[in-house]
């Protein structure tokens, strides 16, 4: 992409309402426009990170045998009804009205919807277990919305939601959520820590929060240093075996971690002192069991292999990607921007000419922009007439992993300087050797 033709409108100045660093970055670097309150449009560098989180959450939740469907932002008040849930959800619930005086809502979530998909279709044990997620839009009027796509009203959510015979099928499939999830941060650089957590209104018996730590975070949090320590499953983890995955579960549930809803000090005080640390997080993802909740009042059931009908136990699995990404920069940030883990980065590198206009830097900078295509690398080309430390600038803000800068002493000694944005670790390369090295 080249940058003269791509829509990404920089900000010069700091904008007066963003309170967080995440979300100062998030528009300066043009990724985000505000429409509303707590309402975002995703702009072009923006929906290049979305698409990519999203990659990321689908591939971990395929690979954990989960499989993507898509449900209706708009749902009909007389399925909430059927829960109970229409009347108990309260002002957070956007109630709609259509011309034929229709009740509807804009989910907030989708319990009811998907079990109503299950008992319309599913009658077997056999056809057992079965996990079903969508990645779709959401709206919650939330009292206080803030911090841009932190706590936004219109936001993506990744949804998952399990079916199983009975209790023991049904905690194999949140160990594979919880599996899925730790993997699933992990690759886009994040530390997570999963923390014992009040189950809400969703109800329930077995819950647990996603955090990651950050001073800016709205949670207040306790846990054990050694999370920090810990190491993630790597792509080989089996999730066909119950006994490997619920093995990883026990090993990350065993220190301890708990949000203050859940905080025991009796607990907490067996923590060595050094050991304890107490810091404020941010919720990128929750997961619940919650058993029969809406399978009982909704008629969610299958035949067993005793022949008689067992209501499904079920649990739900939630993932912000939209938060997500506010809460990566709030992670990997320095004072001139934006640091992107690599799995997450809009582009890969940032083809920086100094000079354009000038034949030699405008040849070496054509030549390495198809050379880095055609690897498969992804190059943000900055071939506007902006001062050379202007474009640094907005390189460092927009924080793509390497910069290849190309200026006409470099060129002239047959040269290209790479920058790692993350370290400023600087190396003169000859020009035939860039794609080599960055592929
Ligand atoms: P919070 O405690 O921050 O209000 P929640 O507990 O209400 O979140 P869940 O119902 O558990 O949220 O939803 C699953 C995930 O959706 C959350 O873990 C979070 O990543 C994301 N999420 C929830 N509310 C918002 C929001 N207002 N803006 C952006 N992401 C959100
Ligand atoms: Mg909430
Ligand atoms: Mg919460
Ligand atoms: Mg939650």
């Known amino acids: 992409m080249r940058l003269s033709r791509f829509f990404m409108p920089i900000l010069k100045e700091n904008p007066r309402e963003a309170e967080i660093v995440s979300h100062r970055l998030m528009l300066r670097s043009g990724m985000i426009r505000q429409q509303g309150a707590g309402s975002f449009s995703w702009l072009p560098l923006g929906k290049r990170v979305l698409d990519k989180v999203n990659q990321i959450i689908r591939e971990e939740q395929n690979r954990a045998g989960a499989q993507e469907i898509l449900m209706p932002t708009i749902q009909s008040a007389d399925l909430w009804r059927e829960s109970g849930r229409y009347d108990d959800y309260g002002k957070e619930m956007l109630r709609i009205t259509d011309r034929h005086d229709r ?91 999963p923390m014992r957590a009040d189950t809400g209104p969703i109800g329930g018996d077995l819950s647990h929060e996603f955090i990651i730590l950050a001073s800016t975070g709205e949670s207040e949090v306790f846990c054990d240093r050694a999370f920090l320590q810990m190491e993630v499953p790597d792509e080989n983890v089996n999730f066909s075996d119950d006994a490997e995955i619920a093995g990883i579960v026990e090993k990350w549930t065993t220190p301890y971690a708990a949000t203050d809803e859940m905080h025991e000090e009796a607990e907490w005080s067996k923590v060595k002192g050094d050991d304890q640390l107490s810091a404020r997080g941010i919720e990128v993802g929750h997961i619940f069991h919650f058993g029969t909740k809406y399978s009982e009042p909704m008629g969610a059931s299958v035949t067993g292999p005793d022949g008689q009908e067992h209501l499904v136990s079920m649990g739900s699995y939630g993932i912000g990607p939209s938060r997500l990404l506010a809460a990566i920069i709030e992670a990997s940030h320095d004072e001139n921007g934006i640091i992107w883990p690599e799995a997450v980065a809009p582009f890969q590198v940032a083809l920086i000419n100094m000079k354009v206009g000038d034949e030699a830097c405008d040849g070496a900078c054509e030549t390495l922009y198809d050379e880095l295509t055609a690897a498969g690398i992804e190059v943000l080309y900055d071939d506007t007439d902006q001062r050379a430390g202007s474009k640094f600038a907005t390189a460092d803000l927009i924080g793509l992993p390497w910069q290849v800068i190309v200026g006409p002493r470099g060129v002239k000694a047959g040269e290209a300087e790479i920058k790692n944005r993350r370290t400023g670790e600087r190396e003169a390369l000859p020009l035939g050797d860039v794609t080599k090295r960055l592929g």
């Open 103 to 193: 009740e509807l809502l804009y989910g907030p979530t989708n319990e009811e919807m998907v079990t109503d998909i299950f008992r319309s279709y599913v009658k077997s044990y056999k056809d057992l277990p079965l996990n079903l997620y969508h990645i779709q839009w959401k709206f919650r009027d939330e009292v206080r919305p803030r911090f841009g796509v932190m706590r936004s009203r219109e936001f993506l959510m990744k949804d998952a939601y399990s079916f199983d015979l009975d209790y023991d099928g049904a905690k194999a499939a949140y160990n594979r959520m919880f599996v899925a999830y730790l993997r699933t941060f992990a690759r886009m650089g994040l530390n997570s820590i």
